[in-house]
């Protein structure tokens, strides 16, 4: 039986199920000595008194204090970890032009690692300073940056999914920067699962490898289908993109006579748990096969607006039963906050249900009935992407992971409490995810061990 | 002749010219004793380094310093400042429950003007905290706190026009919260431009009142006409919505059997220098009036989102000639920063060009050809705002306004330099506008004075 060594009081909220959030006020979360939730207790309930008492006294009591709250640790699930310093650039440019002139050329530098180890513990940092807890990374090509952009998780506390990204084709990508051979590519990947897998163990919080094709156009058959084997072999995660744009789309459709999905599923890179980015163009069929088999869709809001021709229905892959998680897409998206992704969730899903172009009929310009609300994006921010991880992380319950950040109203700058007007849960929790800061999110925690605290410095 | 009083020395951005930016790398810009930009000197021009040297041993220079960068203050044109308790809630409601439920029991608390004071001083200290330096606000239906909203904004230094909102059609608006009479509604109108024309006297940086019905189905016909003859006798500014929905499209029609644009300019409420929020339905004959007639479209990107089922073609308003500037629109968009309005006017000007409909074919679902860069945003929110209104604020030329928001890009939780990659002028520019956060605007300076210093803080 594990022991309960400490205890954290003060209003928390969360989203366990799809569509609603709870509020629990004045709660008080009981977490054991590895950082996973033992109880918790909402006021009223018979022992929540004792309880709080009891922690007070023993000395093992953290109170949020007021004017703060507690919401779980965002789950950010597609970040490219090697772009973060070309975040915001480039993005007027079409995509070919944006790898080639850009991506491409900034991701081959990491290779130097030093330059690699200034990068990545700049943006673990930020990702957590904005509350981002969980994190799924696509590395550069490179193995060692790569790896140590896993240990670099480890050192600072983040809990994080970490792949080195493949892209062997010599037709699809620069003689500079690209894998020697599918041989290597898959040597390197497993590699890269047993040092990550090593390094996870060690590690408090987890950090687990993830198979990284880059997409299907940047690989061959063959590095595919060693990919495909090594995740069978390993029980490894997989990330790619899938279904992104109709150039993709239709690149995949003429190679293999059949669509994106398809020719994943067939090459074995759709797993249970598998994170396909992006999926706007995805089909209601090739949908049913992803809540078939469990895959995830990481939704990319921002993403979507640059580089797809098009919003993904979040909305219709709910309703099909597949995992969703909400994803900053660092650097086709610009943004290391998951509130700003949240709100671009919310936003662009008005737009896909309406439509944009007022010179067409009403009916014949969006999708109609697409829209997300406030706490279905929060969902997936949070419970969706734990779920699509199958993680235990993203809500307050029994057996999950603690992972909280603190988020305090009352800022100079940023002022969240409404003067006293409409103060409903309700509208507290959307003035803190439609308007909240850097600033105002205080102190963040992993795996119950405090990794910032702003409070202190 | 007017004296060089100050003059401030680093690296500066701005956009004279709609679709490109300048940058000027240490250069001296020169300000009167008035607050107007009096000479703005580059490096290696002749009298550059004597004039720096001059103010060094003279005290009059203000350097920026290292990692930091000038850009003009921010001119914001559609701000409900009455809304502010209300930014970020409520946004799934349609527009009528919006205003019944939440918009119209808010506002009518702006009666009391110690409730007013609070929220007004909060809210003109956390848009300066961004970076706006003049905006342009519509208070509630009340005339006093109206008055007080601009003798708050002369208090704390930011350029503001000011107007008390008209809505006096008992059939259109609750008995708690409307004018008593369209008799009074016009008188109030009146007493608020002397009352603000007097404060905007005294102001350093300018003050000025602004005719403002709420919207066409607010109000009744003899207000309407009421007000455009009171904005021809005094010369005055003139806000209201315009063409923000099909359903005001429709009812409007329906009331005058002409659409809204016209009918607005029938009442003599269309001048030069008028600002109309939103406009997503303007037709290509009301945008060539629009633009004869000098009236400017206040684009609100966040708030077409949520209420107009549409997005404003904003590449076309520029092409016809149209003034256009950027408005935040709180509460009909959730968000205080100008940054964040620059960030979704490029965005959704994306969606608007490509559609947002996967399943409809790729020329079926978006207007096309409909993008703004960057750099066109970042005109809308200065230079545009400027001319939108005719006051000489947004860039830094001669004859200008000094106003002025020191961006510092090394700041611990969001460091803009990209580690010295892709550092080009565009670059640090684009990492400026869409990466910063509160935290990263330092100072703010309006009509040459510092308003906000952080550093000091």
Chains 1, 2 share one sequence.
Not at 285 to 305: I, K, R, T
Not at 349 to 378: H, K, M, N, W
Request: hydrophobic residues 40%; negative net charge.
């Amino acid at each position: 039986m594990t022991h309960v060594a400490s205890a954290f009081y003060g209003s928390f909220f969360h989203a366990p199920v799809y569509g609603s959030f709870e509020y629990l006020e004045n709660a008080l979360i009981e977490v054991d000595e590895r950082g996973t939730i033992a109880r918790v207790l909402r006021e009223g309930e018979p022992e929540h008194a004792e309880a709080l008492a009891a922690h007070r006294t023993r000395g093992t009591l953290t109170e949020l204090g007021a004017n703060r709250y507690g919401l779980p640790g965002f789950v950010d699930i597609h970040v490219h970890a090697p772009q973060w310093p070309q975040a915001a650039l480039a993005l007027d440019e079409p995509l070919y032009l944006w790898l080639e002139q850009r991506t491409f050329p900034l991701e081959s530098r990491f290779a130097d690692l030093d330059f690699a180890r200034t990068v990545y513990r700049d943006l673990v940092q930020q990702l957590m300073a904005r509350g981002s807890t969980t994190t799924v990374y696509l590395g550069s090509a490179h193995l060692e940056s790569s790896i140590e952009l896993a240990a670099i998780c480890a050192e600072l506390g983040q809990r994080a999914l970490v792949g080195k990204t493949v892209m062997d084709d010599p037709a699809a990508n620069p003689d500079y920067y690209r894998d020697a051979s599918p041989a290597q590519a898959v040597a390197d990947t497993e590699t890269l699962i047993r040092e990550v897998e090593g390094i996870g163990r060690a590690s408090r919080q987890g950090i687990w490898p993830v198979v990284t094709p880059r997409f299907i156009p940047s690989c061959t058959d063959e590095v595919l289908r060693g990919l495909g084997q090594l995740a069978e072999r390993y029980g490894a995660y997989v990330q790619t993109h899938c279904n992104e744009g109709q150039w993709e789309h239709d690149v995949v459709l003429e190679r293999f006579g059949k669509t994106d999905p398809y020719a994943l599923r067939d090459f074995g890179l759709l797993r249970e748990h598998s994170i396909m980015a992006h999926c706007p163009y995805l089909t209601d069929d090739e949908g049913e096969m992803f809540a078939e088999l469990g895959v995830a869709v990481a939704h990319c809001p921002m993403a979507n607006s640059y580089f797809s021709s098009a919003v993904a229905p979040i909305k219709r892959f709910r309703q099909q039963g597949i995992n969703v998680g909400l994803g900053t897409d660092i650097s086709g998206g610009y943004s290391p906050s998951m509130y700003e992704n949240i709100r671009q969730a919310v936003l662009v899903s008005r737009l896909l249900e309406t439509g944009v172009d007022a010179q067409r009929p009403a009916d014949e310009r969006g999708l109609g009935d697409a829209r997300i609300s406030l706490a279905e994006a929060f969902w997936l921010a949070t419970a969706g992407g734990g779920q699509s991880l199958g993680l235990p992380v993203g809500t307050f319950e029994p057996g999950q992971a603690f992972d909280l950040q603190v988020v305090d109203v009352k800022r100079r700058d940023s002022d969240l409490t409404g003067f006293g007007v409409f103060d409903q849960p309700a509208d507290r929790l959307a003035r803190i995810l439609y308007l909240a800061t850097p600033d105002n999110v205080r102190k963040v925690y992993v795996q119950g061990r405090l990794v910032r605290d702003k409070d202190a410095e």
